[in-house]
């Protein structure tokens, strides 16, 4: 079976990495969010992208879910005893990325093609791109005016009230190379349990159509995200957070809908909706409940 | 008495270290080559300033010279695995440095006003000047061609032969605001043991006059160079490295020449070109030494 995942950060990172488990790597691409990826120190920052890489490559911080595991911060330390700005905790390993990628792409080398050469030094089997090559930027609508995501999210701490999203450069924007023939020729298409509004959506506004069969896993459980502002976006923007919102966000485009065994009562509701169900336990904390997770969606998607 | 002293990186810093240890920071202004600055990374690197200014701080590494006591290596460790240029060293602490130095420079900061604030940060109480804001690169030309003076130093480790050398920039280069001051207040101008042909001749280059008596302390001893291709520079220039080489390479502007105790039999020779001599140990391995040498060279001056 050949899959196309759609993923944002840490949630969709983890099941990926359960996906990579199980499937062969040439049957797996997963397309990136790149929105919330900034300018920064001069470097440029690409969060969903690289906490996707660094899981499927098993540097992953496994207790933060971002970053990587055995890190330093000398960096960063020095920068603010120089009174620099050090609100976006970068580490030293993971400064490397940032400035290497900065390199790559002011001598002219595309995102993806720099996402390649770095999944095969870290020895990523799977193919991982960014959703696009060009700048779109998530920018957040709030009550203290629009901000760009990383401004929302690491130096405001999700604080602003969310008003609503814009997705800066959408029209201009292509597809990166090889996301468009990896929709078009994949099985299925999974949501991973990401951010709708700010992971997945970004995604959605690039690549626009989807004609293959997709099944979104909820990142809202019993009406929290597991992690990040998901569900507090859906409360400022008047929408009660759960399983069943997060189906209704998606509705046009599910084929099938992963809930949590925690949000069983609202499976009635998202099948009258005309979208199929599993419900399975969606908490990701090891790998194990990973590979278990990924085969659960599979051979939910093989019943469909 | 008010010094300024001119100085290069390793040697140039030791002997700075101690003078700022004798004198009173208002006495001491340092002027500080800027000719091997190159941009690597995207990061704009100052190594000569960063020597410097690491020195004064307390917080070099003693046993190297250069960079950072307690240094890690991560980031440029990863670089590597992802393919990127490492031959340049770079350390964890010493990136925070290039990373807020080069963000301030693109915000339109000066280099010597982020060198103010860096000194103050770090609380280093004598003046460090660059010599000037404009960039101006040592060129290296080599039997290989001309190389730029990084290129030359550390990527290819001093091997090609030098046949001479040319200061980039030069002509449209002003002394950094304070460099003129410094140089027209002092009772005498310190030229530090540093390398003569790309660490001392680089501030001469874009300062041009110097009115005030000039001592100068030889960086070569028993005809080698305590660090550095100093040495190498005046064989393959055809001149036999020695104190006395210093000593002429200087003629026109000197005062007096120090140099060390193994050189004496030199002295004469020096003297005979109308420059007053003071022979000592020159070598400055750890802090006793360079304020001993430092007091030596005051003593000197104060006899002239």
Request: with cysteine; glycine share 8%.
């Amino acid at each position: 079976m050949k899959i196309t995942a759609l993923a944002g950060g840490v949630g969709g990172a983890k099941l990926a990495h359960g996906l990579a488990h199980v499937l062969p790597p040439e049957d797996l691409t997963i397309i990136v969010n790149t929105g919330d990826d900034f300018e920064h120190l001069g470097l440029s920052i690409c969060p969903d992208l690289d906490t996707v890489c660094y899981t499927l490559a098993g540097l992953a911080n496994s207790e933060t879910g971002w970053g990587r595991a055995g890190e330093t911060w000398n960096t960063i330390a020095n920068i603010e005893r120089l009174g620099g700005p050090a609100w976006f905790r970068l580490g030293d390993q993971d400064i490397a990325t940032h400035l290497e990628r900065t390199r790559r792409l002011k001598e002219g080398q595309s995102l993806s093609s720099i996402t390649r050469e770095f999944c095969q030094a870290w020895g990523i089997q799977p193919t991982v791109l960014p959703m696009t090559d060009a700048p779109v930027r998530t920018m957040v609508n709030t009550n203290e005016g629009e901000l760009a995501f990383q401004e929302y999210f690491v130096h405001r701490r999700c604080e602003p009230i969310v008003k609503g999203f814009r997705f800066d450069g959408v029209t201009e924007a292509k597809p990166a190379p090889g996301v468009r023939e990896a929709l078009d020729t994949a099985d299925a298409v999974i949501f991973c349990p990401s951010n709708p509004w700010v992971s997945i959506d970004p995604i959605l506004s690039v690549v626009k159509k989807i004609t293959k069969p997709v099944i979104a896993v909820s990142p809202i459980i019993g009406g929290k995200a597991v992690k990040g502002p998901a569900a507090k976006m859906y409360t400022e923007l008047g929408i009660e957070p759960s399983a069943l919102a997060v189906a209704k966000h998606y509705r046009t485009t599910l084929a099938g809908f992963v809930l949590d065994t925690t949000d069983r009562e609202s499976e009635a509701q998202i099948i009258a909706l005309s979208i199929k169900t599993q419900v399975t336990d969606t908490l990701m904390n090891h790998l194990t409940e990973r590979v278990r997770l990924a085969n659960d969606v599979l051979h939910f998607i093989g019943s469909l």
